[in-house]
């Protein structure tokens, strides 16, 4: 049983969004920082996500002014911070009849942009709906911007980026126990190594949805705020629309579902609402299936059937729980409940990707630590001034690439795209293709440098290219990595 001479600073459980986040700004503050995760970054809710960074347009009518509004000023930090992982991205909303009225529509759209000012993206504005497959296509509409995000990726470059500024990242690991002393907590992890034993002066209990299951069985703490466990399903469809812009779909019951282009070939739908009882639910029902398929088929002129589904995911999101009835209406804030019986434990209830960074600025507040601010610091490969310009210069520089695994490996790895691709002058300077333009090279990179150990790591987090790859290829990927860790 081996151990660290001496206490971490602080000791974050769980490697998702938020954990990262808060590991990133404190070790960017200078502290000693261990985060462990149970099992890959970014496993569970942080890579089953919508992919929006967005201010939530829906969350007006439950009057989280507070909440939008910070998350529109997190939108515009991380077009900055991250141009490669966030991008701008044009929404349009067709009406419905028995959906909301066209002037709370317009009255919304207006609180909107006035939230977003100086965030940089268009205002809101009418439009007529120009896709052939729509249903109202010609009609009148409204046009509004927000943000796409590569969620799963933003995660792993957070810990590689907190990494970089001095913290440990160890995946694959788990929180056995912990007991609490006056100053520090004496914590029991164990991982394929066996186990080891640390000590840290604050531990800080980010496990997404296990967060109230770590503080009654790993911690041993009763009490405290309580959590919503509600899943998100999503679809992947064969792409039917048309455009470069995204679709907010008002639905009968008052909620909304967006249909998005995703990555360039297919359309990505969701979400969904449902109460759940354990992080484990995490798996799409036959009725969320149908009720997604039946969200867009009512504004489509052919309707999508089942057979066109590529593939669908589904999140299990950990709502701070305020009492209310309706999943949809509970918030999406975060409550951050610092326990200073003993030494300091910091739990982190509910929150969103778009407002993560913000999060672990709260986080680092409460805690009394300074020193940590991220507002301008671009995330590993972001230090882009203009990204267009950049992606050409990518086609340029590696002229055997396909034009689609050039623009893709820009977006992934922004200006840290030569570490992956090295001096490679063609093709089999990149070593083994599996397909879709994924190589042996950058493979390893992401073994190397973040924390890939499977193929599920690499197709599903890392790259999300499991949606283009046969079970064949998906196999072979499987089989170079266990070449590669026997």
Known sequence: MSSRPGPYDLLVIGGGVNGAS????????????????????????????????????????????????????????????????????????PHAAGTRPWWMVRLGLWIYDLLALGGGLPASRGVRLDDPA????????????????????????NAVDAREAGAEIRTRTRLMSAERGPQLWTARLEDAAGPRVVTARTMINAAGPWVARVLRDELAIEGGSKVRLVRGSHLILSRRLAGDHAWLLQQPDGRVVFAIPYLDDFTLVGTTDIPVDRPEDAAISRDEVNYLLGAVNLYLREPVAADEIVSAYAGVRPLFDDGAGDASAVTRDY???????????????????????????????????????????????GDIDDFEAFQDEVARRWPFLEAATARRLA????????????????????????????????IDYLMDAEWARDAEDVLWRRSKLGVRLTATQVAAVQTYIDGRTA
Request: glycine content about 14%.
């Open 22 to 93: 808060i590991a990133r700004a404190a070790a960017v503050a200078g502290r000693s920082v261990l985060l462990v995760e149970q099992g890959d970054l970014a496993q569970a809710t942080s890579s089953a996500s919508t992919k929006l960074m967005h201010g939530g347009l829906r969350y007006l009518e439950y009057y989280e002014f507070k909440l939008v509004g910070e998350a529109l000023k997190e939108r515009a930090i991380m077009l900055r911070m991250a141009p490669h992982l966030v991008r701008p991205l044009e929404f349009r909303l």
């Open 335 to 381: 409550r951050l409940e610092l326990d200073t019986d003993g030494a300091p434990l910091l739990s982190v209830f509910g929150g969103k990707i778009t407002t993560a960074r913000h999060l672990a600025a709260a986080a680092l507040e409460r805690l009394g630590i300074s020193g940590g601010d991220t507002r301008r610091r671009p995330l590993p490969g």
């Open 411 to 442: 977006r992934a790895y922004g200006t840290r795209v030569g570490q992956v691709l090295g001096e490679a002058r063609d093709h089999a300077g990149l070593g083994a293709d599996f397909g879709a333009g994924l190589t042996a090279r950058e």
């Open 134 to 157: 729509m249903r109202d296509h010609g009609g009148r509409g409204f046009s509004y911007w927000d943000g796409w995000v590569d969620d799963a990726r933003l995660v792993a470059l």
